[in-house]
């Protein structure tokens, strides 16, 4: 379908600029009352620029994945969970919601899911959220 090249093929352009808009203004609102989640310092970056202004946690901390999820368990009822949409990051988000929900966490995954759908191939990690905004925004003739 012409206009859909690299993200998701059943979206146009403008559909998909318009979709991955709204998600990012309510992960903004969203993070106001949640923490999420990420692998690393580069995507703590990355949703920064998107704008985000709540706690942004790494996953990254130095600890085993049970005992970051144990620690994180006793801080946080709810986690709203972005691991990138690689290999490495499809395993980890698996492995993580299990930890999570085993010690009690909520774990919000809805962002990551839709994430993935909107930007389809185009964007495979969240620090490349960014860049693939502004990219629909372009191809959309709605540069910043």
């Given at each position: 379908m012409p206009g859909t090249q690299g993200g998701n093929r059943s979206l146009t352009r403008t559909q998909q600029?318009?979709?991955?808009?709204?998600?990012?203004?309510?992960?903004?609102?969203?993070?106001?009352?949640?923490?999420?989640?990420?692998?690393?310092?580069?995507?703590?970056?990355a949703l920064r620029l998107l704008g985000l202004e709540g706690t942004i946690l790494k996953l990254n901390s130095g600890e085993s994945l049970v005992q970051r999820a144990d620690r994180l368990s006793t801080q946080y009822p709810r986690i709203v969970l972005l691991t990138d949409w690689d290999a490495k990051g499809m395993r980890l988000h698996g492995r993580l919601r299990e930890l999570l929900e085993d010690c009690e966490v909520y774990v919000d995954d809805h962002y990551w899911l839709r994430l993935r759908k909107i930007c389809g191939r185009a964007c495979r990690t969240i620090e490349d959220l960014p860049a693939q905004l502004r990219h629909l925004r372009r191809m959309a003739g709605k540069a910043d």
């Amino acid at each position: 379908m012409p206009g859909t090249q690299g993200g998701n093929r059943s979206l146009t352009r403008t559909q998909q600029l318009e979709e991955l808009e709204k998600l990012v203004d309510d992960l903004r609102s969203d993070n106001t009352r949640y923490p999420v989640l990420v692998e690393g310092e580069r995507d703590v970056s990355a949703l920064r620029l998107l704008g985000l202004e709540g706690t942004i946690l790494k996953l990254n901390s130095g600890e085993s994945l049970v005992q970051r999820a144990d620690r994180l368990s006793t801080q946080y009822p709810r986690i709203v969970l972005l691991t990138d949409w690689d290999a490495k990051g499809m395993r980890l988000h698996g492995r993580l919601r299990e930890l999570l929900e085993d010690c009690e966490v909520y774990v919000d995954d809805h962002y990551w899911l839709r994430l993935r759908k909107i930007c389809g191939r185009a964007c495979r990690t969240i620090e490349d959220l960014p860049a693939q905004l502004r990219h629909l925004r372009r191809m959309a003739g709605k540069a910043d």
